[in-house]
């Protein structure tokens, strides 16, 4: 009896975990809270605006070149639909550490581009990594305390859908017709979340029955499918994790953060040549940073170096905080005999996950 | 009359050994009175002193290394027997460029605890600052040694690699930092 409730409040508990650490698929998750300083010091949390129709949280930086038009396309939409219940808060990401010159930098931009909505500054990226966020700018939008939607880039597409999505939201009609947006069920979620927490305490077990139990609850979903298959990896079953990932891709064949990892896998596995061409997709599909540094991975190991190369730097004006993309590329140049360079990545990699910032 | 003394000798005897169970008792009953006075006192100064060193944390976080070093030493002052608090110290003084301070903040704290592990990595990282690369390289290998999660021991251990061009030895030891890193988090 006791060993149930224990059991029910662990569930209760991590049902309660904000965010699952996965890039795009977090729809559905709680949203971290945060509590930022703005611009002017003032403190800001997420949860007050609670009783907003949702939250755009904005993750942009001022060496990013897409970031300013992000800023003035939500400046603009804030401008045509205030008092319709969306809160805009831009979290800048600029470095780990803000100088006074860096903050004099933002607010001269912010003042160029005329931006009247809060902008928050993210000292040591804590929200940026809560938020999983893979690139400059990002977009997250949370709305009844839950992740409703992320987008990462500014992609030509992708930001039409996304303010479709704040239009109808904000009352207003969408400019084309919209597809129902697909939300994972709670219940999957919470058996993921669940399965992540045994997966950290070396309970494969369990983990593996709730991920299991995750999919067949919803076939949808895709981060029990991603998870399950890095399970059966780590644990040494390499045949269940590829038929994992294949089984994903069968429910959604262009899924890129499936694509991405399923691409990073054929390529340990030194099947490179089905790598590059999967991987070739899901760079296709743009702004997804670890499909670029998983597929200039696999390229590496073609022999292709300059390309490679060429893709690391791609990955990394999306996101230079991504300690794996430091490490992937410093096995490049270690394999490539270039020393120096080598131990530069995984000094940088080591910085990350230590969070040393100087 | 001899039997008589002998009673009396008895008497003074037993008397005096339950003299000495007084005695005895007394001595016992004002140190525990005394002891557990002051108990309160010890745990409320090291309550100040864990609060003050949260505190300095926090200061350094927001970039307040001057106010951070105030609330340390404070820490320091609340609690003279506190070895996080003299290593913490320490990596303020580091991160003021105050190379020497800063070990002597490291060596208080071992000190105190000859097994902190964290204050043989700063002092590592002072003497690598120092230039002092071999006499780094010996320190963090002592601290390799005390160390089950050792991490940023061999974070720093590859930077004195690096500054000595060893790149192979630079590597395997940032290597190491990650791999050790992803094994604690495991455990955690």
Redesign the interface.
């Known amino acids: 009896m006791r060993g149930a409730l224990l059991f029910f409040f662990l569930y209760l508990y991590l049902f309660a975990l904000p965010v699952s650490a996965q890039a795009l698929l977090q729809t559905g998750s709680q949203a971290p809270e945060f509590s930022l300083k703005d611009i002017e010091g003032k403190d800001i949390r997420l949860s007050q605006y609670s009783q907003k129709k949702a939250v755009v949280v904005l993750f942009w930086s001022t060496w990013s070149a897409k970031s300013p038009n992000a800023l003035k396309r939500f400046e603009g939409f804030l401008k045509k639909y205030k008092d319709r219940g969306i809160q805009v808060l831009g979290v800048n990401a600029d470095s780990q550490t803000i100088s006074n010159e860096d903050i004099e930098k933002i607010k001269k931009l912010v003042n160029d581009l005329d931006i009247t909505f809060p902008m928050l500054m993210d000292k040591g990226l804590k929200t940026f990594h809560e938020y999983s966020v893979i690139a400059l700018p990002s977009t997250i939008i949370v709305s009844e305390g839950k992740i409703a939607y992320e987008l990462p880039g500014l992609p030509l597409v992708g930001t039409e859908d996304m303010f479709d999505y704040l239009l109808v939201l904000a009352g207003e009609q969408p400019k084309k017709k919209m597809e129902p947006k697909y939300k994972p069920r709670h219940d999957a979620i919470a058996d993921t979340n669940l399965a992540r927490g045994f997966v950290k305490r070396k309970k494969y077990d369990v983990a593996y029955t709730l991920l299991k139990k995750a999919i067949e609850k919803d076939p949808k979903y895709m981060l029990p499918y991603v998870e399950l298959a890095k399970l059966y990896e780590l644990d040494g079953k390499n045949a269940e994790a590829e038929e994992i990932l294949k089984k994903a891709l069968s429910v959604e064949p262009d899924n890129v953060v499936v694509m991405s990892e399923f691409g990073y896998f054929l390529t340990k596995a030194g099947r490179i040549k089905e790598a590059v061409e999967i991987l070739d997709g899901a760079v296709k599909k743009n702004s997804y940073a670890p499909a670029y540094y998983y597929h200039a991975y696999a390229l590496a190991k073609n022999g292709q170096m300059i390309e490679s190369l060429k893709a690391f730097e791609s990955a990394l004006s999306m996101n230079p905080y991504d300690q794996k993309l430091y490490s992937l590329r410093g096995e490049v140049y270690e394999t490539g005999k270039m020393q120096k360079e080598a131990a530069s990545d995984y000094k940088k990699s080591l910085e990350l996950i230590l969070k040393i910032r100087e | 009359m001899k039997k008589e003394s002998k009673k009396q000798i008895k008497v003074t005897a037993k008397q005096k050994s339950t003299n000495i169970l007084y005695l005895v008792v007394f001595l016992a009953l004002t140190f525990t009175s005394t002891f557990t006075c002051f108990l309160p006192v010890v745990f409320a100064q090291q309550e100040k002193a864990v609060s003050l060193y949260k505190e300095s944390v926090k200061l350094l976080?927001?970039?307040n290394i001057d106010k951070a070093i105030e609330a340390i030493k404070e820490a320091i002052n609340a609690d003279p027997n506190y070895p996080e608090a003299y290593d913490h110290l320490g990596y303020i003084l580091l991160?003021k460029g105050q190379i020497d301070e800063a070990i002597n903040a490291f060596n208080s704290a071992l000190k105190i605890n000859s097994r902190m592990r964290t204050s043989k990595t700063g002092i590592g990282l002072a003497l690598m600052k120092k230039g002092d690369l071999k006499g780094a390289e010996s320190v963090l290998k002592e601290a390799l040694i005390l160390n089950p999660y050792p991490?940023?021991t061999?974070?720093v251990l590859?930077?004195v690699y690096?500054k000595l061009n060893d790149?192979?030895k630079?590597?395997a030891h940032?290597?190491e930092?990650?791999k050790t890193?992803k094994v604690r988090?495991?455990k955690?």
């Open positions: 976080e927001d970039g991160k991490s940023m061999h974070y590859g930077l690096e790149y192979e630079a590597i940032f290597k930092g990650i890193h988090v495991g955690e």
